[in-house]
C-alpha cells in the first residue's frame, strides 16, 4: 500500500510539475493557427497505453480546449446555457464557470452534431473571447470569468450564424480581436478592440462559412486569410481593407477547412472538391492567387491539413476516410493510410510525429515521412466520437469528448 500511494503521488506531482512548465496552447490549433506543436514533449518510447491524468463533465459541444497560464479553458454547452469554464491543468479542478442563456433551435440536417458550441475560444492579454453557436460573440476575464463584453449581432443580421451553425474561431491580433459573424443571408467580419468591444474595422463582403481565419506575411504585407461562404478572401489585419478574393463553394455553402499557408502559397480545399495550391502574387499594385497545382485525389471535408519538412499530410472523406501526405511542391500524392479511419481526424505536428485524433474516440501516432504510413500507435481516449481538435500542454494531451474532458500523460 505504501509503494502504490508512493507512485501515485509521483504521478501527481510529475502532472503539476509538467503543468507549471507547459508553454500555451491558446487558441484554435495552437498559438499559430497551423497544428505545429511546440508545447508537447514525445516519449522516447510510446507506452501500451497513456495514463489519464484527469476527466471531467464538460458539458456538451466540440469547442477545443485552450491552455494558458497553467490552465484549462473549455466552452461547451450546459442545458441552454453556454458556459466557459477554467479548470486547473494539474489537477482537473474547477476555478470557475460563467455562463449565460443560449437557446438554440438546430438545422434538422444537424441533429447529429449537438447543439454546440463549435467555435473554439482565443485567450491573450488576460481575455478570453468565445463565439456560441447561435453568434453571441463575447470576452471574459480569464481570471475571474467575469463577462468584460458582448454582442449578439440580432439587430445587425437576419441570421446571426450559418445554417449548422457558427464555427468559426475567434483570432486575436493585438489589441483587436476579429471574428466573421451572421449568416447565409449576410454577414461581416468585424475587428474588435479587445478590451473594450469597441469596433475597429468592418468587411461586409461575404456571410461566414464554417472555416477559421488565419494571418500570414507574404513579402512585408500581413493577409488575414479565411473562407468564407463564397470564396477565399484575404483581407489587411489593421484595417480591413480587401486585398485579393478567390471564388470557391462547396455544396451546401460547406466552406470548412482553414486554410494553410506555407510562405506564400496558399493550400485549400473542400468537400469534393481537389486540393489546391496556389501562389499569393502582386503585380500592378494587385494582389493575386496564380494556381501551382491542384490534386483531385485526397479531398477534404471537415479536417484542416498540416505542413512540415516540405510535406502536407491531411484527411481525406474518401474511404471512410484516410490519412494522406502530399509533396508540397508538386501536389503528388505521397501516401495513403489504410480506409475506415472515421469521418474526421484533427491533426497536429509534434516533432516529427503527426498526432490525431478521431471520430472512433482514437489519439493516431504516426511517424513523419514521404515514402509510407508509418503508424507507431493507436490509443483509445474517449468513449464517444471526437470532433473537438486536442490541447498540448509538456508530455499531455487534452482531449474533448461528447460530454467529457480528459488530460492524458505519457
Known amino acids: 500500500m505504501r509503494s502504490m500511494l508512493g507512485s501515485a503521488a509521483l504521478a501527481g506531482c510529475l502532472v503539476m510539475t509538467l503543468a507549471a512548465q ?5 487558441q484554435w490549433r495552437g498559438p499559430a493557427r497551423d497544428g505545429v506543436v511546440r508545447s508537447f514533449t514525445p516519449p522516447a518510447i510510446w507506452p501500451e497505453r497513456p495514463a489519464q491524468a484527469w476527466s471531467v463533465d464538460a458539458g456538451i459541444g466540440h469547442s477545443s480546449p ?3 497560464g497553467g490552465r484549462v479553458f473549455l466552452f461547451s454547452r450546459v442545458g441552454e446555457q453556454e458556459a466557459l469554464t477554467a479548470y486547473d491543468l ?37 481575455r478570453v473571447h468565445a463565439l456560441g453557436i447561435s453568434g453571441i460573440l463575447t470576452t471574459f476575464d480569464a481570471a475571474s470569468g467575469r463577462v468584460v463584453w458582448q454582442h449578439d449581432f440580432k439587430k445587425e443580421f437576419r441570421q446571426t450564424s450559418p445554417d449548422f451553425g457558427a464555427s468559426m474561431s475567434p483570432i486575436v491580433d493585438g489589441v483587436q480581436v476579429i471574428a466573421h459573424v451572421g449568416g447565409a443571408a ?15 474595422w468592418t468587411w461586409k463582403g461575404d456571410g461566414p462559412a464554417y472555416a477559421s481565419p488565419v494571418i500570414a506575411t ?28 478567390q471564388p470557391f463553394t462547396t455544396d451546401y455553402d460547406q466552406n470548412i477547412v482553414t486554410p494553410l499557408v506555407i510562405g506564400d502559397v496558399l493550400v485549400y480545399g473542400g468537400l469534393q472538391k481537389p486540393m489546391v495550391a496556389a501562389r499569393i502574387t502582386r503585380a500592378g499594385g494587385a494582389w493575386k492567387l496564380v494556381e501551382v497545382w491542384r490534386n483531385p485525389d485526397v479531398p477534404m471535408y471537415m479536417s484542416s491539413p498540416v505542413a512540415s519538412g516540405g510535406v502536407i499530410y ?18 503528388r500524392t505521397l501516401w495513403t493510410s489504410p480506409p475506415r479511419q472515421g469521418d474526421n481526424a484533427s491533426l497536429a505536428v509534434a516533432g516529427d510525429l503527426i498526432l490525431a485524433t478521431t471520430t472512433e474516440g482514437a489519439l493516431v501516432v504516426m511517424r513523419q515521412g514521404s515514402t509510407a504510413y508509418q503508424l507507431i500507435r493507436t490509443y483509445t481516449v474517449a468513449q464517444s466520437a471526437v470532433w473537438a481538435h486536442p490541447a498540448f500542454a509538456a508530455r499531455g494531451i487534452l482531449v ?6 480528459s488530460f492524458w500523460t505519457f
Do not use: C
Not at 507547459?22 to 491558446?26: A, I, V
Not at 489537477?91 to 464557470?97: D, E, I, L, P
Not at 470564396?231 to 489587411?236: F, G, N, Q, R, T
Open 90 to 126: 494539474a489537477t482537473g479542478k474547477q476555478n470557475w464557470r460563467q455562463a449565460y442563456e443560449a437557446p438554440y433551435q438546430m438545422n434538422p440536417a444537424a441533429t447529429g452534431h449537438g447543439k454546440g458550441p463549435k467555435s473554439t475560444p482565443a485567450v491573450d492579454g488576460g
Open 22 to 26: 507547459s508553454p500555451d496552447w491558446n
Open 66 to 68: 485552450i491552455v494558458s
Open 186 to 200: 449576410g454577414g461581416a467580419i468585424i475587428a474588435f478592440d479587445a478590451a473594450s468591444g469597441a469596433r475597429r
Open 314 to 331: 491531411g484527411f481525406t472523406q474518401r474511404n471512410r476516410g484516410q490519412f494522406f501526405a502530399l509533396d508540397a511542391a508538386s501536389g
Open 218 to 245: 507574404v513579402g512585408a504585407t500581413r493577409h488575414l486569410v479565411t473562407q468564407t461562404q463564397s470564396d477565399i478572401v484575404a483581407l489587411s489585419p489593421r484595417d480591413g481593407r480587401e486585398l485579393w478574393r
Open 400 to 405: 474533448k469528448g461528447a460530454d467529457k474532458l
